[in-house]
T-cell receptor, first 109, second 115 residues
Framework: GQNIDQPTEMTATEGAIVQINCTYQ??????LFWYQQHAGEAPTFLSY??LDGLEEKGRFSSFLSRSKGYSYLLLKELQMKDSASYLC??????????WGAGTKLIIKP | ETGVTQTPRHLVMGMTNKKSLKCEQH?????MYWYKQSAKKPLELMFV???????ENNSVPSRFSPECPNSSHLFLHLHTLQPEDSALYLC??????????????FGPGTRLTVL
């Protein structure tokens, strides 16, 4: 079966750095997405990785290792507004998105 | 504002009611999706439409009936629902189905409660 694993919840301190991991087992691979979802709001796109390596976008970076079936989202200089759920999703061989259950990130002052 | 709107935002219905959820996208996209989001569970893809044609139905019970009259509008007709159908129903759109890096744009969702 197809499976995406990510931690259920993480806590970090304002101003710090946090890494949210995602491991996957899917039928084929056509890219990995990260989305952010604030409570009661729509998920919004953060990043897309299809090749191995690190993609940096401001305070957020996303890393992919296809051989290990592994990705992480790195958030730097954490702000209170970064408190949200972070969803990992993998596009399989049929271009269907397989979603993880999300990681709830709590930022403390 | 993501360019995808959904109405109503909240809906409470009995098991014998019939209701419809509406989604509209103003992005000029050709693919539209219905997802179910339950607490602490992954997003479940329900239906996909590409250029107004239904391309996927992920074993969704027949009490959920989608309709896509044009590439900007998507409906989800509900009838004889069960309490376990209570969830957040999200609509999304993308430029096309199966196009690699195309991100999906989500609406704010309809919070459905079935009594």
């Amino acid at each position: 079966g197809q499976n995406i694993d990510q931690p259920t919840e993480m806590t970090a301190t304002e101003g710090a750095i946090v890494q949210i991991n995602c491991t996957y087992q899917t039928s084929g691979f056509n890219g990995l997405f990260w989305y952010q979802q604030h409570a009661g709001e729509a998920p919004t796109f953060l990043s897309y990785n299809v090749l191995d390596g690190l993609e940096e976008k401001g305070r957020f970076s996303s890393f992919l290792s296809r051989s290990k079936g592994y990705s992480y989202l790195l958030l730097k200089e954490l702000q209170m507004k970064d408190s949200a759920s972070y969803l990992c999703a993998v596009q399989d061989s049929n271009y269907q998105l397989i979603w993880g259950a999300g990681t709830k990130l709590i930022i403390k002052p | 504002e993501t360019g995808v709107t959904q109405t109503p935002r909240h809906l409470v219905m009995g098991m014998t009611n019939k209701k419809s959820l509406k989604c509209e996208q103003h992005l000029g996209h050709n693919a539209m999706y219905w997802y179910k989001q339950s607490a602490k569970k992954p997003l479940e893809l329900m239906f996909v439409y590409n250029f107004k044609e239904q391309t996927e139905n992920n074993s969704v019970p027949s009490r959920f009936s989608p309709e896509c009259p044009n590439s900007s509008h998507l409906f989800l007709h509900l009838h004889t629902l069960q309490p376990e159908d209570s969830a957040l129903y999200l609509c999304a759109s993308s430029q096309e189905r199966a196009s690699g890096s195309d991100e999906q744009f989500f609406g704010p969702g309809t919070r459905l409660t079935v009594l």
